[in-house]
Nanobody
Framework: QVQLVESGGGLVQAGGSLRLSCAAS????????MGWFRQAPGKEREFVAG????????NYANSVKGRFTISRDNARNTVYLQMSILKPEDTAVYYC??????????????????WGQGTQVTVSS
């Protein structure tokens, strides 16, 4: 089992930046593929970014390409989401998720095994 804890959310003006962190417990973090998802009020939870077990492959939703960067530090059991040029439509609760099949990036939320509690990101105009 693994526990995930997100941090770094907050209120930022449009055009600004935030970095989210996801700290994982357990000894097998380096074997997991990791993903960031977000959910705005009244909307479905959507895939934002993913990274495979080694960090050598990443994938992004079209809406965040060129603005968000996912990375991981397996020595620290931590995955990051660097968000820049933030827009009001980025406002959502952001969730970190882990998939035990770590060699591939999975886009479906239902395929992830572990989830954090979420952190709120609010972008004002």
């Amino acid at each position: 089992q693994v526990q995930l804890v997100e941090s770094g959310g907050g209120l930022v003006q449009a055009g600004g930046s935030l970095r989210l962190s996801c700290a994982a417990s357990g000894r097998t973090f380096s074997r997991y593929a990791m993903g960031w998802f977000r959910q705005a009020p009244g909307k479905e939870r959507e895939f934002v970014a993913g990274i495979n077990w080694s960090g050598g492959e990443t994938n992004y939703a079209n809406s965040v390409k060129g603005r968000f960067t996912i990375s991981r530090d397996n020595a620290r059991n931590t995955v990051y989401l660097q968000m820049s040029i933030l827009k009001p439509e980025d406002t959502a609760v952001y969730y970190c998720a882990a998939n035990r099949a770590g060699y591939n990036i999975v886009l479906s939320a239902t395929s992830y095994d572990y989830w954090g509690q979420g952190t709120q990101v609010t972008v004002s105009s």
